[in-house]
């Protein structure tokens, strides 16, 4: 109920912001954008309003979304329906990975959210030891135990050795490869199409370096980074048309030194 509702709201939302966009390039007589726009922010909040009197989907009482698990917090936030929550969701979902000994509890359909929506709140510290948690379920026991592709499952041993026959190359629980690179590395665009956008690594305590790229529309984008005693070096190489805004963080301090940049090489120390 809770993960149907806050896709349904979400693809809601984003089609209310596509109306509003296309309206201002065309003309009103010819098109009802903005009827539609209007349409699709009602219904939106229809179905926001029938969340929140559901009792599967929110605890007035207790303040709980779905049943309090990582993924129950992690999708509302996402989505935008605990936006008038997100501080106490927030909190929740953090103390849902501790009270866990920063497992992962959720599968694929939640994955993304929670990695995101922790890192978004600037706690990529919290998603960094469920990654690499030395005890199942984490990414860290596949790639100790060899796997070189990603299994359906967390307990794949078990499925694979049972009854149940799984997929050992599901691309589908690969959210992580998202962290990576935009929050670790931090590329993330900041306007449509990518003619803007963000470099702001988060330097995890226990990473000394990262270094990585990602394809966008303009051409490939490349970042590095590394820590040398109490230096901070930066490598970013932006294609042409691109406008890069530079911010960086380092554990949980995010430092004010902030820089737009056109397209080129920028290396900062």
Same mark, same amino acid.
């Given at each position: 109920?809770?993960?149907?509702?806050?896709?349904?709201?979400?693809?809601?939302?984003?089609?209310?912001?596509?109306?509003?966009?296309?309206?201002?390039?065309?003309?009103?007589?010819?098109?009802?954008?903005?009827?539609?726009?209007?349409?699709?922010?009602?219904?939106?909040?229809?179905? @926001?309003?029938?969340?929140?009197?559901?009792?599967?989907?929110?605890?007035?009482?207790?303040?709980?979304?779905?049943?309090?698990?990582?993924?129950?917090?992690?999708?509302?936030?996402?989505?935008?329906?605990? *936006?008038?929550? *997100?501080?106490?969701? %927030?909190?929740?979902? %953090?103390?849902?990975?501790?009270?866990?000994?920063?497992?992962?509890?959720?599968?694929?359909?939640?994955?993304?959210?929670?990695?995101?929506?922790?890192?978004?709140?600037?706690?990529?510290?919290?998603?960094?030891?469920?990654?690499?948690?030395?005890?199942?379920?984490?990414?860290?026991?596949?790639?100790?135990? !060899?796997?070189?592709?990603?299994?359906?499952?967390?307990?794949?041993?078990?499925?694979?050795?049972?009854?149940?026959? @799984?997929?050992?190359?599901?691309?589908?629980? !690969?959210?992580? @490869?998202?962290?990576?690179?935009?929050?670790?590395?931090?590329?993330?665009?900041?306007?449509?199409?990518?003619?803007?956008?963000?470099?702001?690594?988060?330097?995890?305590?226990?990473?000394?370096?990262?270094?990585?790229?990602?394809?966008?529309?303009?051409?490939?984008?490349?970042?590095?980074?590394?820590?040398?005693?109490?230096?901070?070096?930066?490598?970013?190489?932006?294609?042409? !048309?691109?406008?890069?805004?530079? %911010?960086?963080?380092?554990?949980?301090?995010?430092?004010?030194?902030?820089?737009?940049?056109?397209?080129?090489?920028?290396?900062? @120390?």
């Amino acid at each position: 109920m809770l993960v149907a509702t806050c896709a349904y709201y979400r693809m809601l939302v984003i089609t209310k912001q596509i109306c509003e966009i296309l309206k201002g390039q065309k003309k009103q007589k010819e098109n009802k954008l903005d009827e539609k726009a209007k349409l699709y922010e009602a219904k939106a909040q229809a179905v @926001r309003d029938a969340f929140y009197h559901h009792p599967e989907c929110y605890d007035e009482a207790t303040e709980q979304f779905g049943t309090g698990s990582q993924a129950s917090y992690a999708i509302a936030l996402l989505s935008g329906m605990a *936006e008038e929550h *997100e501080e106490q969701a %927030v909190k929740a979902l %953090v103390e849902a990975v501790k009270k866990n000994g920063y497992h992962l509890t959720s599968g694929e359909v939640g994955l993304k959210q929670v990695f995101t929506a922790l890192a978004e709140a600037g706690y990529s510290d919290v998603v960094y030891q469920m990654v690499m948690n030395p005890t199942a379920p984490s990414y860290r026991v596949f790639a100790d135990a !060899g796997l070189t592709t990603l299994p359906e499952y967390w307990n794949y041993e078990e499925l694979w050795l049972g009854s149940m026959v @799984r997929s050992r190359n599901h691309a589908m629980m !690969g959210h992580v @490869r998202e962290w990576m690179t935009s929050f670790v590395l931090g590329i993330r665009p900041q306007s449509p199409g990518w003619t803007k956008m963000l470099v702001a690594p988060y330097a995890v305590a226990e990473l000394t370096y990262a270094k990585g790229s990602v394809m966008t529309p303009w051409g490939i984008v490349k970042v590095s980074w590394k820590k040398e005693n109490e230096s901070f070096f930066l490598a970013a190489y932006i294609p042409l !048309g691109l406008l890069l805004l530079y %911010v960086c963080q380092k554990n949980t301090v995010v430092h004010s030194l902030r820089l737009e940049v056109a397209s080129g090489s920028l290396r900062l @120390r």
